[in-house]
């Protein structure tokens, strides 16, 4: 019996109580089981061992596919590409700075994007694509590079069991440092509030899509962020800089805050439109089948484009 179906009666479609299961991997299978039972059908195709291209030799790839009749014309290393070689080499980014660790519920949005990607890890792996991870606040916390090993994935999933939210960040810092390491074409998928000033994320987005990286932001927002729910004086209290606390009424504030937060939404999306990016809001009490059904439309899309 499989591990999906002694848990068939799981709420898949609520994602604190996913939560419960435990493990990351463990909620990332049955997530994305789930999502492919509800499809009827399986949307991962084996792939295929058609010969597609040649690229150069890395080490690390295997002899047996070096093209010895090109080294003979060049003298250089070339391996012959198959279509199950050329799937995607993935870097999933979570942000878990301070602003990732508020929830008023019982699921923050640190919780929620760990739990979103590993989930896509793990639909990612299953269509044999490699999956690598970034975890960030004011720096780089964790980097695991893509693999298609099973055992790689166990430590993306560890790796994110282990992190916590820490201090505040800058989004736009964290992409500018990393692109230029970024030595292969790969998939960026950013999961994170996004919460940054838009000039220098235009940038940061422009300098990924300038080498050729696809990019997907998968922005998580909390109910309350997105209508200011709030109605008795409150104390707010700054998750990025330790001490800083505020008591506001709410009725005042409410009209100011959601101007600005649309605001912030409007030029979001304007940005990642004009750099060629797919941009997916995900409220933490949204399924995780939204997100996977996002991505592979994403994909699809890009594939005819090709």
């Not at 964290?174 to 919460?195: E, G, M, N």
Request: proline letters at 5%.
């Amino acid at each position: 019996m499989s591990l999906f179906s002694r848990q068939s009666d799981a709420p898949l479609e609520d994602p604190t109580a996913l939560a419960r299961f435990g493990h990351l991997d463990v909620v990332a299978r049955l997530v994305v089981e789930g999502y492919m039972i509800g499809q009827h059908k399986s949307p991962f195709k084996g792939s295929s061992v058609e010969f597609v291209e040649h690229r150069q030799y890395y080490p690390g790839d295997e002899i047996r596919h070096i093209d010895w009749r090109a080294f003979g014309k060049t003298g250089r290393y070339y391996i012959k590409e198959f279509e199950e070689e050329t799937n995607l080499r993935a870097y999933l980014l979570v942000d878990a700075s301070g602003s990732m660790g508020y929830g008023e519920s019982t699921l923050t949005k640190f919780e929620y994007a760990r739990q979103l990607a590993a989930s896509l890890g793990y639909l990612l792996l299953t269509q044999r694509d490699a999956v690598g991870l970034v975890t960030f606040d004011t720096g780089i916390r964790d980097r695991i590079e893509p693999s298609t090993n099973p055992q790689n994935f166990q430590r993306v999933t560890q790796a994110l069991e282990a992190r916590e939210p820490g201090s505040e960040t800058s989004l736009a810092g964290i992409v500018s440092r990393l692109a230029p390491t970024l030595k292969r074409r790969s998939l960026v998928i950013i999961i994170s509030d996004l919460f940054d000033e838009i000039g220098p994320l235009q940038k940061a987005l422009q300098q990924l899509r300038h080498d050729r990286h696809e990019v997907i932001l998968f922005q998580t927002i909390a109910p309350e962020e997105e209508d200011f729910p709030f109605s008795r004086p409150t104390q707010f209290r700054s998750l990025e800089r330790a001490g800083h606390r505020i008591l506001v009424d709410p009725h005042r504030l409410r009209a100011i805050y959601l101007e600005q937060y649309q605001k912030f939404e409007r030029e979001l999306i304007r940005t990642c439109g004009n750099a060629g990016v797919d941009l997916h809001k995900m409220i933490t009490s949204a399924p995780y089948h939204t997100a996977l059904g996002a991505y592979l439309d994403d994909r699809t899309r890009q594939k005819r484009k090709r």
